[in-house]
């Protein structure tokens, strides 16, 4: 309690739970491990990382939007896409399918099939260095 209530008034305050909390994820654990909490009356998963940047979500918020990727991309024949659907609404693996923004830009395409020209989107392969995702060069 002393070690991390740093102006000694017996409390821990958000500020000193943030340093603690970034200084534990830095020196143990991964960076991007999420811990159940509650802010301002609203129940989530934070995370915090060692340089003390932070992120909360609700986890309703990535069920609900793990279930509108499933439904609305169910018939897509991309293999891009089809290789990382259906994703289950009851874990985090919504973040890294998401994370190249094609899932996105499908989800955009959606509403307004004029949107963007999928044949302008630089599909990421394992085997492009970062020169070649860079540039565009396929």
Same mark, same amino acid.
């Given at each position: 309690?002393?070690?991390?209530?740093?102006?000694?008034?017996?409390?821990?305050?958000?500020?000193?739970?943030?340093?603690?909390?970034?200084?534990?994820?830095?020196?143990?654990?991964?960076?991007?491990?999420?811990?159940?909490?509650?802010?301002?009356?609203?129940?989530?998963?934070?995370?915090?990382?060692?340089?003390?940047?932070?992120?909360?979500?609700?986890?309703?918020?990535?069920?609900?939007?793990?279930? $509108?990727?499933?439904? &609305?991309?169910?018939?897509?024949?991309?293999?891009? @896409?089809?290789?990382? /659907?259906? +994703?289950?609404?009851?874990?985090?693996?919504?973040?890294?399918?998401?994370?190249?923004?094609?899932?996105?830009?499908?989800?955009?395409?959606?509403?307004?099939?004029?949107?963007?020209? $999928?044949?302008?989107? &630089?599909?990421?392969?394992?085997?492009?260095?970062? @020169?070649?995702?860079? /540039?565009? +060069?396929?």
């Amino acid at each position: 309690m002393k070690a991390v209530d740093q102006n000694n008034d017996n409390v821990i305050s958000w500020d000193e739970f943030i340093d603690m909390y970034g200084k534990f994820v830095g020196s143990e654990h991964s960076a991007s491990q999420a811990v159940q909490t509650v802010i301002d009356g609203k129940a989530g998963k934070m995370t915090v990382t060692a340089a003390g940047g932070q992120k909360f979500y609700k986890d309703e918020e990535v069920s609900a939007m793990s279930f $509108l990727v499933n439904n &609305n991309l169910a018939d897509d024949e991309d293999p891009e @896409v089809t290789k990382r /659907l259906p +994703i289950n609404p009851e874990t985090e693996e919504l973040f890294p399918n998401m994370a190249d923004g094609l899932l996105f830009i499908k989800l955009l395409n959606c509403i307004d099939e004029k949107a963007i020209d $999928l044949r302008t989107i &630089n599909k990421y392969k394992g085997t492009m260095n970062a @020169v070649a995702v860079d /540039l565009n +060069i396929r």
